[in-house]
């Protein structure tokens, strides 16, 4: 879709860059820039957090077209005689501004209000987006403030879904992919990668006849946080149940990993008659539970016995090892487990937040 305001460079994308360019122009366009007047300063720093936020820059371009009330909201498509009516979609109440689309209708303020910022949108609209966002940037830390550009950009995604490709998705579905999504780009985007070359190796299909359960932990060291993701698969595939939980007092890494091969052992369970297959990413506690004799006594030991034992209800089992890189779904959905309360399953249906990965996994990309 066009934009009220488009810039393009010569080769006619649509650049973060070329965003830049034209914001810092329309910012001059003003002439006030040198009397440093508050609301200008206010400005100033606002469109400098944006910038330098660490998010991807399709999320910094679509809060910017945004603040310049260039995305195509009912009204601004009504003021270019695209359509006659101008009424937001959703609540079929009011007109949809951008401020309605974005933050003030009741399926938006929704997932602002239950995401981890919960911010009520209902208020302090009164100098528009751009002025709402000027005070949030005063007011949040750079890390909030991420989330929030990240969750301005998942709002109008969401939104677009529902009304073009009827694509629905809970506000709870919302923010959590959005707070999935920014940990991702930021764990590959901002950290510095290692510049070697990386071998690709990909998830494997189990046996045939054989279920693949995928197992991973995240650990978060400050709140003694251990995240587990589990992920069960057939023989060409296709998904058949996940799991995230999320366990407290986890002093160790390691520990969050015995923990979580547990887990998936335990959630493995329901399938009694199946052949499983049991994969995770941690050697040393791929190891442990294959060792028989283990040597590892104490708490972490007595996880590896109990997962064994539970993998030993099954006639047929198996616990392997593969590389990172071919764990990515399990991977993934336990980095989200951190940020969750309850624990969730889901079964044939998978989560959004997966199905990416599941596809490529499935047609080994
Ligand atoms: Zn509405």
Request: one cysteine or more.
């Amino acid at each position: 879709m066009d934009s009220l305001i488009s810039t393009k460079e010569s080769n006619g994308n649509f650049t973060t860059k070329s965003a830049y360019f034209v914001a810092r122009t329309c910012h001059g366009l003003g002439g006030e820039e040198s009397t440093g007047s508050t609301p200008n300063e206010d400005k100033k720093f606002m469109w400098k957090a944006l910038w330098r936020a660490k998010v991807p820059g399709k999320v910094k371009l679509c809060v910017w077209r945004g603040c310049m009330n260039a995305i195509p909201s009912m009204v601004n498509l009504k003021t270019r005689r695209v359509i006659l009516e101008d009424i937001c979609g959703f609540c079929h109440k009011e007109a949809e501004t951008v401020e309605h689309a974005l933050l003030q209708c009741p399926r938006s303020a929704a997932i602002w209000f239950g995401s981890p910022l919960g911010i009520h949108t209902f208020q302090g609209i009164e100098d528009g987006f751009s002025g709402w966002l000027i005070n949030m940037a005063k007011q949040v830390s750079s890390e909030s403030f991420e989330l929030l550009l990240v969750l301005v950009w998942s709002v109008w995604k969401v939104r677009n879904d529902v009304l073009w490709n009827e694509i629905v998705c809970s506000p709870m579905d919302v923010h959590l992919k959005a707070q999935t999504w920014l940990a991702e780009f930021k764990k590959w985007n901002v950290a510095k990668a290692p510049a070697v070359l990386v071998r690709e190796v990909n998830w494997k299909h189990p046996d045939f006849g054989w279920i693949k359960c995928n197992f991973d932990a995240a650990w978060e060291e400050n709140s003694a946080c251990g995240g587990c993701g589990v992920v069960i698969r057939n023989a060409t595939g296709g998904f058949m149940a996940a799991l995230v939980s999320r366990e407290k007092g986890i002093g160790l890494a390691m520990h969050a990993e015995a923990a979580a091969a547990k887990t998936a052992a335990m959630f493995l369970q329901q399938w009694s008659e199946a052949k499983v297959h049991l994969d995770g990413d941690a050697l040393l506690v791929v190891a442990a539970i294959q060792n028989k004799g283990s040597a590892l006594h104490g708490h972490l030991g007595n996880l590896f016995q109990d997962t064994r034992r539970l993998l030993q209800r099954f006639e047929h089992w198996r616990v392997s090892f593969g590389p990172r890189e071919s764990n990515r779904v399990a991977h993934r959905l336990a980095r989200w487990s951190l940020m969750l309360n309850h624990p969730i399953s889901w079964f044939e249906e998978p989560p959004d937040v997966i199905n990416d990965l599941l596809i490529e996994d499935s047609l080994q990309i």
